[in-house]
């Protein structure tokens, strides 16, 4: 079965854990990460990118992780197509207003039914 799991690999997702800025506010960043959202899907390979912006409602210590931007696309090949093309595209010189943070982990998240 180990052997067998390149064939049946999950999506990709990719994981920021994030601090809140003074003065920035949960729909700050909703909104942000929304113009975000839409910037990435006019992108080459990112046409089926999802996104979510995770808040703690209960916790036992995240450090200062305030919330958690994640990023899915439904395949590697398209997470390579979309990554490739991102440094030149809209989504990719919007990260210069600060919605993204430094530290993010990618994941390959496999679906149990």
């Known amino acids: 079965m180990l052997a067998?799991?390149?064939v049946f690999a999950g999506s990709a997702m990719q994981m920021w854990n994030c601090g809140?800025?003074?003065g920035v506010s949960e729909e700050d960043v909703e909104a942000r990460a929304s113009e975000w959202l839409r910037a990435v899907r006019k992108s080459d390979g990112g046409e089926n990118i999802e996104a979510m912006v995770l808040?703690?409602?209960a916790t036992n210590g995240m450090g200062e992780t305030d919330l958690i931007f994640m990023v899915t696309t439904p395949t590697f090949a398209e997470w390579g197509k979309f990554w490739d093309a991102y440094?030149?595209?809209e989504a990719?010189?919007?990260e210069d207003s600060g919605m993204?943070?430094?530290?993010?982990?990618?994941?390959?998240?496999?679906?149990i039914d």
């Open 4 to 6: 067998a799991g390149p």
């Open 20 to 22: 809140l800025e003074d």
């Open 87 to 89: 440094p030149d595209s």
């Open 100 to 111: 993204f943070c430094p530290d993010s982990v990618i994941w390959d998240a496999i679906k």
């Open 55 to 57: 808040f703690p409602i």
């Open 92 to 94: 990719g010189a919007s």
